[in-house]
């Protein structure tokens, strides 16, 4: 059962190394990107990346675990990024990257619980069920009977995980030092603040247990029961929800009323708990959420939930209600008491707004949307390049940047799901969860 550990299971230790490997994949990454671009002068329209590019990158981000898969992570998501063919290679990042060896794992159990995985659970299934960026999942059983999953934590990936947000720290600094527009440390120490707690395992047990609370009033949802006996600061012991990941699940080709259902409840997942509870679920990739064999969404992975302000948490919530009842907006008013900063003249700030609220909130205004041919981030993407120095001047709290993750990684589910139907009516009943 036992296997013995290869160097490239584990994170690279020591930030040089790590450092090396990325130098090899960003040549690699740029003379495949400069290939691509000089067949589309030529008058191809090649992929901007290759297939066997994005196997390198699978095997290399795989590899470092860490930030640099929370990247590979995020890129995968991007449906106007990269082709269907790439984006199905990257995808494995979200769930099957490479695993560490059993040796590693049941060291890391002894560690931290004082025994075996033998001597802890009735089962324990050697091979891992999933690959994260910052631990692996496992099947077991408890002495009860009661089937679990176990998710251990790769073996100095704080280390890893430190490093590498230093040496993007630095990157930060010295682009913010050019201009005051470009200052983006306060959203980076945001975001490095939030990684670096996920590697505490007792407190994601502890936000699994409140986020439970959080959707206690939406029972197509569930949260997993935790093991508080079987869990530790890098092992979590959490209750086994059966069914398929929602990546999964949307390759068996569901009919369309099962597409509408569950994007309903993705909807109801990210802004059910936000606009009730005041947090958010904030790393929505696909393998995150399980469909499950009894017709609810499964919820996994709480070491990113975030709680917000009061204030932000308010001044979104009556956005929200006037948008979804087809209000005039206040819109600068709203926007300064969700704390952005505004450094334009107050018409061109109203109208950049406008036109981002306009784009995003396309599905709420419609009573048959399909988000099969929906081009909300395509089209964001453009408001944002054309208006990009402006933009500049419009610079959102450090809060937000949680919310953004959330909510633009709930616009790709939806996109992924490709479903067709009244999404006017679910954002009604998200507004009815609020009275």
Not at 48 to 55: D, F, Q, T
Not at 147 to 172: E, H, I, R, T
Not at 308 to 326: G, K, T
Request: aromatic share 6%; charged share 25%.
């Amino acid at each position: 059962m036992a296997s013995s550990d290869s160097d490239d299971k584990l994170p690279p230790q020591g930030r040089l190394n790590r450092l090396r490997k990325l130098a090899g994949l960003s040549a690699q990454l740029g003379a495949d990107v400069l290939k691509s671009g000089a067949k589309r002068l030529a008058g191809q329209d090649p992929d901007l990346l290759s297939k066997g590019m994005a196997e390198k990158l699978v095997a290399t981000l795989g590899d470092l675990k860490g930030a640099a898969m929370k990247f590979g992570q995020a890129v995968s998501m991007d449906p106007d990024l990269l082709t269907p063919e790439v984006r199905q290679v990257l995808a494995r990042l979200q769930n099957q990257a490479p695993a560490m060896g059993y040796d590693s794992v049941a060291r890391v159990i002894r560690q931290e619980l004082g025994a075996s995985p033998e001597s802890l659970f009735r089962e324990f299934d050697p091979q891992p069920l999933a690959a994260a960026s910052l631990g692996q999942v496992h099947r077991a059983v408890l002495e009860d009977g009661r089937p679990v999953v176990v998710k251990v934590q790769y073996p100095s990936v704080g280390d890893s995980l430190q490093g590498d947000l230093d040496s993007l720290g630095l990157v930060v600094k010295t682009v913010s030092k050019t201009s005051k527009a470009m200052d983006g440390t306060a959203y980076f120490q945001e975001l490095r603040e939030e990684f670096l707690l996920e590697l505490d395992y007792r407190r994601e047990a502890r936000l699994c247990q409140g986020f439970a609370q959080s959707v206690s009033r939406l029972p197509d949802l569930k949260v997993p029961d935790v093991i508080s006996e079987r869990s530790s600061e890098r092992v979590l012991t959490l209750e086994l929800l059966e069914g398929q990941t929602l990546k999964d699940w949307v390759v068996t080709e569901p009919p369309p009323e099962e597409r509408f259902r569950v994007a309903r409840q993705l909807i109801r997942a990210i802004y059910g708990p936000f606009f009730c509870a005041g947090e958010i679920h904030a790393d929505p990739h696909p393998g995150n959420f399980m469909v499950m064999k009894d017709g609810r969404l499964g919820l996994l992975d709480f070491g990113s939930i975030k709680s917000f302000s009061p204030r932000f948490v308010d001044a979104n919530r009556r956005m929200f209600i006037q948008a979804v009842n087809l209000e005039a907006l206040d819109i600068l008013g709203l926007s300064r008491e969700v704390g952005f900063t505004l450094e334009l003249p107050e018409a061109e700030a109203e109208e950049l707004i406008h036109e981002v609220l306009r784009i995003a909130g396309r599905p709420m205004r419609s009573h048959d949307y399909d988000f099969a041919s929906c081009e909300i981030n395509r089209d964001m993407k453009r408001h944002f390049a054309k208006n990009a120095v402006r933009f500049l001047k419009i610079r959102p709290p450090p809060e937000a940047v949680m919310f953004f993750r959330s909510t633009g990684g709930l616009a790709q589910n939806l996109r992924l799901i490709a479903a067709q139907g009244d999404f006017r009516r679910v954002y009604q009943e998200v507004a009815a969860l609020l009275g």
